[in-house]
């Protein structure tokens, strides 16, 4: 007799075949078939392999792994883009007279880009070696950017991108990262203007010492 076709197998081992063609099959097999009777214990393990599969998950970090490298692969830079120019460096303010150091967790940094300001306060966390980004994207003017989509992305020295966030109704975002050097960022007001923002030292320690202020009496 003629053996059974491959699809005949995966409905009998599913069991969504024929009644009257697993009626068949059952019959061969019973004849001990020398080559069917291998062939249906080869689908039946196919079967329970596959039904099993869906219980098994992958480890948080292997999937964390796959979706940046996915996002690097598919994410790119539109062209033409502006650079901005900073205007504003919390670091570069001179301490207060009469204080002899200071330490700061966090660091404003502001960006001009032809009449787009983007507005960076940046809070390092020494523990967790952590640092959150929070800003606002607005018009020179004061004016919110809304309507307009704003899409935020973080990027390393070599273009690859560590986070990415869209910007509310008034322009603010935040961004949470792994400290590091050498980050930029960019900001796409969507149909209107490109920014890109200079690489910094993101992660510099932003404590300050400066000597006595002789005039102060200290």
């Given at each position: 007799?003629?053996?059974?076709?491959?699809?005949?197998?995966?409905?009998?081992?599913?069991?969504?075949?024929?009644?009257?063609?697993?009626?068949?099959?059952?019959?061969?097999?019973?004849?001990?078939?020398?080559?069917?009777?291998?062939?249906?214990?080869?689908?039946?393990?196919?079967?329970?392999?596959?039904?099993?599969?869906?219980?098994?998950?992958?480890?948080?970090?292997?999937?964390?792994?796959?979706?940046?490298?996915?996002?690097?692969?598919?994410?790119?830079?539109?062209?033409?883009?502006?650079?901005?120019?900073?205007?504003?460096?919390?670091?570069?303010?001179?301490?207060?007279?009469?204080?002899?150091?200071?330490?700061?967790?966090?660091?404003?940094?502001?960006?001009?880009?032809?009449?787009?300001?983007?507005?960076?306060?940046?809070?390092?966390?020494?523990?967790?070696?952590?640092?959150?980004?929070?800003?606002?994207?607005?018009?020179?003017?004061g004016a919110k950017v809304a309507p307009r989509q704003v899409r935020v992305v973080l990027w390393t020295e070599t273009s690859q991108?560590?986070?990415?966030?869209?910007?509310?109704?008034?322009?603010?975002?935040?961004?949470?990262?792994?400290?590091?050097?050498?980050?930029?960022?960019?900001?796409?007001?969507?149909?209107?203007?490109?920014?890109r923002i200079p690489p910094l030292n993101l992660t510099s320690n932003v404590t300050r010492s400066v000597t006595e202020d002789r005039?102060?009496?200290?």
């Amino acid at each position: 007799m003629e053996h059974f076709s491959e699809q005949v197998w995966a409905d009998y081992v599913r069991g969504i075949g024929q009644p009257k063609m697993s009626l068949e099959i059952e019959t061969h097999l019973a004849t001990g078939c020398p080559d069917c009777t291998p062939v249906c214990g080869m689908w039946k393990r196919v079967y329970s392999i596959a039904t099993s599969d869906a219980s098994f998950a992958p480890p948080d970090d292997v999937v964390r792994v796959v979706k940046q490298e996915m996002a690097a692969r598919q994410l790119a830079e539109p062209s033409p883009w502006t650079l901005a120019r900073l205007v504003f460096d919390s670091l570069n303010e001179p301490l207060a007279a009469g204080v002899r150091s200071g330490a700061f967790d966090a660091r404003q940094l502001m960006f001009d880009a032809e009449g787009t300001m983007v507005d960076l306060v940046l809070d390092t966390r020494p523990q967790s070696q952590m640092i959150t980004l929070v800003g606002q994207v607005v018009d020179k003017h004061g004016a919110k950017v809304a309507p307009r989509q704003v899409r935020v992305v973080l990027w390393t020295e070599t273009s690859q991108p560590v986070a990415e966030v869209s910007a509310n109704e008034f322009g603010e975002f935040q961004l949470e990262f792994p400290a590091q050097d050498r980050l930029r960022l960019s900001v796409e007001i969507v149909g209107y203007k490109y920014i890109r923002i200079p690489p910094l030292n993101l992660t510099s320690n932003v404590t300050r010492s400066v000597t006595e202020d002789r005039k102060s009496g200290y």
